[in-house]
């Protein structure tokens, strides 16, 4: 009785394991190609406003929150298909990005003791952070592993992609490098807003309509900083 016992559990072993590799690699299928990181179709939901801080590794604690600059989140795991090959990608792309600009968040869900050996092996200099409680995950969704999603300065959705990023791309750079740059209508509306002669309002009784102007000039700079975004975590 115990051979045959023990021969049924060896038996659902293998296939608990053989089912649990095969949920690994779901995403990262033989014949899936890298593609270079796209943007996604217009009127793409923006996610709600969040204001995340996870756990960094080996140490620390990063602050994550749209607005100010643009935001990279990269949701990867050790275990899948060429992880290894995906993050050293990202990594060399992400020290050539000019200073001040994309800001680039490598985000697992492993525990921390795996991930932190395979992180000091690399030696990476991008910054890895784990979401175990799920708190980056349930405003910026995570489908499948790998995913990523790349937000502009005002938190909008730039791009939102499943699967293997082609890091090295010359579109994918370029896409990185215009984030931050206005659309063109956008643009446009702003030149024709700042060129566009105003009538002037008579001003209170006793006050110029000019010094009427200047003051409420002032008090639109004024409301407009008090509105700014709140400065980002120095972890980034």
């Not at 446009?188 to 309002?201: F, G, I, N, V």
Request: aromatic fraction near 6%.
């Amino acid at each position: 009785m115990r051979p045959r016992l023990a021969a049924l559990l060896l038996v659902l072993g293998a296939i608990g394991l053989f089912w649990w590799r095969a949920e690994l690699f779901t995403v990262a299928k033989p014949g899936d190609q890298q593609r270079a990181l796209a943007r996604s179709a217009p009127g793409a939901k923006p996610p709600a406003a969040f204001d995340v801080s996870l756990p960094l590794v080996p140490v620390g604690v990063a602050r994550l929150t749209p607005g100010g600059r643009p935001l990279l989140v990269h949701y990867w795991a050790p275990w899948e298909r060429h992880g290894r090959v995906q993050v050293l990608a990202l990594d060399s792309l992400a020290r050539t990005l000019p200073a001040g600009g994309v800001r680039v968040a490598v985000v697992c869900f492993d525990p921390f003791p795996s991930v932190a050996r395979y992180v000091a092996r690399l030696r990476l200099h991008v910054p890895v952070m784990l979401d175990l409680r799920r708190d980056l995950q349930a405003v910026l969704p995570c489908p499948s592993v790998p995913y990523t999603w790349l937000l502009d300065p005002r938190g909008r959705v730039v791009a939102s992609q499943p699967g293997e990023v082609e890091w090295l791309s010359p579109a994918t750079r370029a896409l990185l490098l215009g984030v931050g740059e206005a659309p063109a209508d956008s643009a446009a509306a702003l030149s024709t807003e700042t060129t566009r002669p105003r009538r002037s309002a008579p001003g209170p009784r006793g006050v110029p309509g000019a010094q009427a102007r200047a003051v409420s000039a002032a008090g639109r700079v004024n409301q407009r900083a008090s509105s700014a975004c709140p400065p980002n975590s120095a972890a980034l």
